[in-house]
């Protein structure tokens, strides 16, 4: 499982905070513990004003890169701010995200071919916004993954995000989202998969109930990557557990050495 850690999001009100006031511990802290618990990537969103934006990118994107090696999944719409992240990065670096949407198709995705970098493709587009069905989501992915290809990108950069709506507004919403899943897993095998889970439980008591049960129900399709909380430890717990039952964990290795090591379950009775 491609884990892509969720914290360094400035539409986080701590994160917002440290952004400001230039609190590099704050973010070091959140990169340090990110990294240790698994991640692949880690996101990173500035969140602020557009003018303001490539700066606080370009901050954090150092401030980071201090305290660890994992590479970074640079999340925004705004050109500049991309331009300055992809400018400071010393690992092959992510781009969150093309989408349909002229502004990105014409501002984001040029960025992603010129650095070469891995892409998330997002179904949703102008016309539309996010479609009601898997087949309109895959019409939008597959234009994407025409584009990007054309551009030069391997499928394998390639990252779809077949996007979660909440079941609390749609009692179909979770099944588009399988249905999308397994209609990009067959047509494009050498794509990865990702998402963020935690729109489905929306305005829904016990959320961390029903993302844990989409997480493995989403597995189970073929998802390969999420944007998640990589310390929340019963979520780590629901994905070793979900890969292992799917065939991919080899004699059990990565369920059976989180357990010894302490990272998932209950801690040993006395
Ligand atoms: N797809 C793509 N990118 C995305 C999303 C997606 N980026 C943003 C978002 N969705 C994923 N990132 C977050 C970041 C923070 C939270 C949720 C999703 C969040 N944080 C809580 C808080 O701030 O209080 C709780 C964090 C915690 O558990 O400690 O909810 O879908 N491509």
Redesign the pocket.
């Known amino acids: 499982m491609i884990i892509i850690g969720?914290?360094i999001?400035g539409?986080?009100?701590a994160v917002a905070q440290a952004i400001r006031d230039r609190d590099a511990a704050f973010i070091k802290d959140l990169a340090k513990s990110q990294a240790e618990a698994g991640s692949s990537y880690l996101?990173v969103?500035a969140g602020t004003a557009p003018e303001r934006e490539p700066d606080d990118m370009a901050w954090l994107v150092t401030t980071i890169q201090e305290v660890c090696d994992t590479p970074l999944c640079l999340?925004s719409a705004n050109p500049a701010a991309l331009r300055a992240g992809l400018e400071l990065v010393t690992h092959p670096p992510m781009i969150?995200?093309v989408s349909g949407e002229k502004p990105r198709i014409e501002g984001v995705l040029p960025l992603a071919l010129e650095f070469k970098t891995n892409l998330?493709l997002?179904a949703l587009d102008d016309e539309t916004g996010i479609p009601n069905s898997s087949e309109g989501r895959m019409k939008i992915v597959d234009r994407l993954v025409g584009l990007s290809k054309d551009g030069g990108l391997l499928e394998s950069q390639l990252f779809v995000?077949p996007?979660?709506t909440a079941i609390s507004t749609g009692t179909e919403n979770a099944m588009i989202t399988y249905d999308t899943i397994r209609s990009v897993r067959e047509k494009y095998p050498e794509c990865h998969i990702?998402?963020?889970?935690?729109?489905i439980s929306f305005g829904m008591p016990l959320r961390p109930l029903i993302n844990q049960t989409f997480m493995a129900m989403c597995v189970q399709v073929g998802m390969d990557s999420a944007?998640l909380?990589p310390?929340?430890r019963n979520l780590r717990a629901v994905l070793l557990a979900s890969e292992m039952l799917m065939g991919k964990d080899r004699f059990c290795q990565n369920f059976s050495r989180a357990v010894r090591s302490g990272k998932i379950g209950d801690p040993p009775q006395k």
Request: avoid cysteine; charged fraction near 30%.
């Open positions: 969720e914290k999001n539409t986080r009100k996101d969103n999340d969150n995200s998330i997002l995000d996007l979660v990702t998402s963020g889970l935690s729109n944007i909380n310390n929340d």
